[in-house]
């Protein structure tokens, strides 16, 4: 039902802007594969027997999507995460010399509101979950506005909306202004496939140091509860997980214990100390 509103208001914005039909087919395709994404499959509580039965496909995902950004990190000398930036400002340079920059800025509008509904069921999705502790302290925390701390499952639920929204605008503005790929297109299947945020980290296993891209997704782990499964490329058995709102160098392991640290993003939500 929602899809049809955003098609048939996309449908108004074209003919309103007189679009020609290459760009308004590149338009009606990108958005109608984002409108698309499942949120209510995406934020489900699967169970970890049935999550580990697609390691694999998520596996080849991340490997593709890792290949389609370190030309882009090796060029500029930085991290994975800081080069997704860059076909992103590309795209929006391309845009403005094609002269559909201010039509891309109207459509966004529309992804913009799929990024909310996404939101919207990840706070749903929340509060079925296992939660971090609300900060305490003088003067008392504002729970009302949730300033104070980034460390809440609230604004969790706004980190994942805001970087639905980043993923989803990159992704439709680089298929309309792409000339050979779109590096944003393993990032949109690896949502398809259930992910609910989309991180390059830096971290550290057993003295060793590398950037790994990092996929969270809702399950069920036995005397564990509704919780954010941390999945980072390579891992053939869901080992790591997270409560909403838990900072993300807090992992726990889901057997054992773990040797594993993350060290850092590129993100403001990440602060060791």
């Not at 949120?39 to 694999?56: A, G, H, M, V």
């Not at 529309?110 to 971090?132: E, I, P, V």
């Not at 949109?188 to 609910?196: A, D, K, M, R, V």
């Not at 509704?226 to 980072?232: D, E, G, P, R, T």
């Amino acid at each position: 039902m929602t899809e049809n509103i955003d098609l048939t208001l996309l449908d108004k914005i074209l003919a309103k802007n007189q679009i020609d039909e290459r760009t308004s087919s590149h338009i009606r395709e990108s958005v109608s594969r984002v409108d698309k994404i499942d949120e209510s499959k995406t934020f489900r509580y699967e169970p970890i027997e049935e999550f580990e039965k697609r390691l694999l496909q998520l596996n080849i995902l991340k490997n593709k999507a890792t290949d389609a950004f370190r030309p882009f990190a090796d060029k500029y000398h930085t991290s994975l995460c800081a080069s997704m930036g860059v076909p992103m400002m590309e795209a929006i340079f391309k845009s403005k010399k094609a002269g559909n920059y201010e039509i891309i800025h109207e459509v966004f509008g529309l992804t913009n509101a799929k990024a909310k509904r996404f939101g919207l069921a990840a706070l749903y999705s929340s509060l079925q979950g296992q939660k971090n502790e609300i900060p305490y302290g003088e003067p008392a925390y504002n729970i009302v506005f949730d300033r104070d701390s980034p460390w809440t499952y609230r604004n969790e639920v706004e980190h994942m909306e805001e970087y639905a929204r980043y993923h989803f605008n990159s992704y439709v503005i680089n298929e309309i202004e792409k000339q050979l790929s779109d590096p944003f297109e393993p990032v949109i299947s690896l949502y398809e496939n259930g992910c609910t945020d989309f991180i390059f980290m830096q971290t550290e296993y057993d003295g060793k140091r590398s950037e790994k891209l990092c996929t969270f997704h809702t399950v069920n782990i036995p005397d564990k509860g509704n919780v954010i499964a941390v999945h980072l490329t390579g891992d053939e058995k869901l080992l790591h997980y997270r409560k909403w709102g838990e900072p993300y160098f807090t992992i726990h392991p889901v057997k054992g214990q773990t040797g594993l640290k993350i060290t850092g993003i590129a993100d403001q939500r990440f602060h060791v100390d």
